[in-house]
């Protein structure tokens, strides 16, 4: 069974910053794309947020926080990590990483983590 551990939310008001990470077991990191997704609070379905390929060539996010999330990767830990800026209100929602056969839309993928609540507020 294969464990991705999600973390890093929490609650911060608009205008600020939480960087979330998840720690993926190795032989998942090196061989697969990965990414970021979140439900947002009333709605049944999963976002994407931002996905990276295998490697870290191909980055991308989705429209509403481009410029304002970065998706990165630390190889060495197999830690792939979210960095969120600007927070704003509709950012609020629970956050779950993601690996291997990983697609924006539909949203999906082999792999998910637990997920982890942010939530922003004015």
């Known amino acids: 069974q294969v464990h991705l551990v999600d973390s890093g939310g929490g609650s911060v008001q608009a205008g600020g910053s939480l960087k979330l990470s998840c720690t993926i077991p190795s032989d998942i990191f090196s061989r697969c794309g990965m990414g970021w997704f979140r439900q947002i609070s009333g709605k049944n379905v999963a976002e994407w947020v931002a996905v990276i390929s295998v490697g870290g060539g191909g980055i991308s996010y989705q429209s509403s926080v481009e410029g304002r999330f970065t998706i990165s990767q630390e190889t060495t830990k197999n830690i792939l990590y979210l960095q969120m800026n600007n927070l704003i209100i509709n950012d609020t929602g629970v956050y779950y990483c993601?690996?291997?056969?990983?697609?924006?839309?539909?949203?999906?993928?082999?792999?998910w983590g637990q997920g982890t609540q942010v939530t922003v507020s004015s």
């Open positions: 993601a690996a291997c056969q990983v697609s924006a839309r539909p949203a999906a993928a082999k792999y």
